[in-house]
T-cell receptor, first 112, second 114 residues
Framework: GQSLEQPSEVTAVEGAIVQMNCTYQTSGFYGLSWYQQHDGGAPTFLSY????GLEETGRFSSFLSRSDSYGYLLLQELQMKDSASYFCAVKISSGSARQLTFGSGTQLTVLP | NAGVTQTPKFQVLKTGQSMTLQCAQDMNHEYMSWYRQDPGMGLRLIHY???????DQGEVPNGYNVSRSTTEDFPLRLLSAAPSQTSVYFC?????????????FGPGTRLTVL
């Protein structure tokens, strides 16, 4: 089977930097994705890592280490609007297609 | 483009009732999927489809049926609703199932089964 572990909650102040971790156990690994979900909203795609290293998109960066089965999402210059849940997800091969399997998410609270 | 649309937004059912959650996308995506999200948890895959006429089971398929007669539509049917199916249901679509294919999610249907 597959499993993903994420801390349930993280709190940080506006303007700070926060790192949210994700460890995974899975077979047939194709990459690690990150999704953001505001309360009551739909998940939206943030970033994707297929290879080891850091991917940067504006204030968001995502890191992957395949040998450690570990990744993280880094948010810089935190803003109040960043308060949301952040899910890591791995794509696995099962059945007729590759499927996304999600972690339970990290609830980020940004304080003024 | 409307993206991924879902109806209804909210639904209350009694135990034993059946209903269909509708999902449509106008992006000509081949891959569509249904997830459920319970409070404080991640999304769990119910069923998915890689194209019209092809469907497959995900992690939690029991109690649900799907069909894919067109590229655009992917309805989810609850056969006999149970309180354990109280959840938020999200439909998603992507161009394909490659790792680089971003999944686009609909706004969700909030279902309560009494």
């Amino acid at each position: 089977g597959q499993s993903l572990e994420q801390p349930s909650e993280v709190t940080a102040v506006e303007g700070a930097i926060v790192q949210m971790n994700c460890t995974y156990q899975t077979s047939g690994f194709y990459g690690l994705s990150w999704y953001q979900q505001h309360d009551g909203g739909a998940p939206t795609f943030l970033s994707y890592n297929a290879l080891d290293g850091l991917e940067e998109t504006g204030r968001f960066s995502s890191f992957l280490s395949r040998s450690d089965s570990y990744g993280y999402l880094l948010l810089q210059e935190l803003q109040m609007k960043d308060s949301a849940s952040y899910f890591c997800a791995v794509k696995i091969s099962s059945g007729s297609a590759r499927q996304l399997t999600f972690g339970s998410g990290t609830q980020l609270t940004v304080l003024p | 483009n409307a993206g991924v649309t879902q109806t209804p937004k909210f639904q209350v059912l009694k135990t034993g009732q059946s209903m269909t959650l509708q999902c449509a996308q106008d992006m000509n995506h081949e891959y569509m999927s249904w997830y459920r999200q319970d409070p404080g948890m991640g999304l769990r895959l119910i069923h998915y489809s890689v194209g019209a006429g092809i469907t497959d089971q995900g992690e939690v398929p029991n109690g649900y049926n799907v069909s894919r007669s067109t590229t655009e539509d992917f309805p989810l049917r609850l056969l006999s609703a149970a309180p354990s199916q109280t959840s938020v249901y999200f439909c998603a679509s992507s161009y394909g199932d490659s790792s680089t294919d971003t999944q686009y999610f609909g706004p969700g249907t909030r279902l309560t089964v009494l």
